[in-house]
T-cell receptor
């Protein structure tokens, strides 16, 4: 499994765009990049997944450069309810042993 | 629509005891995975079951076992509990073990405290 590195924590003001970068230098050809969000005392929730370039859905965008050795999760105009831990995972689609790491704790400030 | 459900929500046990945690997947989902999340860390994969068969196992001792029933619900059993087994135990379901997305749907977890 490719190891990932993320910042331990980030702070942001409400209404700002937040970019969380994940480093995955050893990503394999068949690996996808997946992001999950977790609130306290809840299970993680899938946010977005991508393989290359840019993926966008109703809650976030995922930017992946050509070398795929890093990726950036972009949250537009965050609100207080976006305060959570965000996990970057790298692995084959359908992999049953996804490695969550310690994640990035995002705190949104009023 | 009901999501993944887990029971009990909280549990307190003493060292040496055993515990059984239960999980019901989303209707139509045939794959169930179990994760352990220690405070301050991300979830760690324990087991995956699909169609009642074990499809994956993480780096956990044999004290941990699981099974899946014909209705796709699952149980996680932990024997000879240690203090270090205190954690949030998460169950996740998905349509099939292999798919185009790494999207799993997690339950709220069972908080196990070992004294």
């Amino acid at each position: 499994l490719a190891k990932t590195t993320q910042p331990i924590s980030m702070d942001s003001y409400e209404g700002q765009e937040v970019n969380i970068t994940c480093s995955h230098n050893n990503i394999a050809t068949n690996d996808y990049i997946t992001w999950y969000q977790q609130f306290p005392s809840q299970g993680p929730r899938f946010i977005i997944q991508g393989y290359k370039t840019k993926v966008t859905n109703e809650v976030a965008s995922l930017f992946i450069p050509a070398d795929r050795k890093s990726s950036t999760l972009s949250l537009p105009r965050v609100s207080l309810s976006d305060t959570a831990v965000y996990y970057c995972l790298v692995g084959e689609t359908g992999a049953n042993n996804l490695f969550f790491g310690t994640g990035t704790r995002l705190t949104v400030i009023p | 629509d009901a999501g993944v459900t887990q029971s009990p929500t909280h549990l307190i046990k003493t060292r040496g005891q055993h515990v059984t945690l239960r999980c019901s997947p989303i209707s139509g989902h045939k794959s169930v995975s179990w994760y352990q999340q220690v405070l301050g860390q991300g979830p760690q994969f324990i087991f995956q079951y699909y169609e009642k068969e074990e499809r994956g196992r993480g780096n956990f001792p044999d004290r941990f076992s699981a099974r899946q029933f014909p209705n796709y619900s699952s149980e996680l059993n932990v024997n000879a509990l240690l203090l270090g087994d205190s954690a949030l135990y998460l169950c996740a379901s998905r349509m099939a073990p292999l798919g185009n997305y790494n999207e799993q749907f997690f339950g709220p977890g069972t908080r196990l405290t070992v004294l």
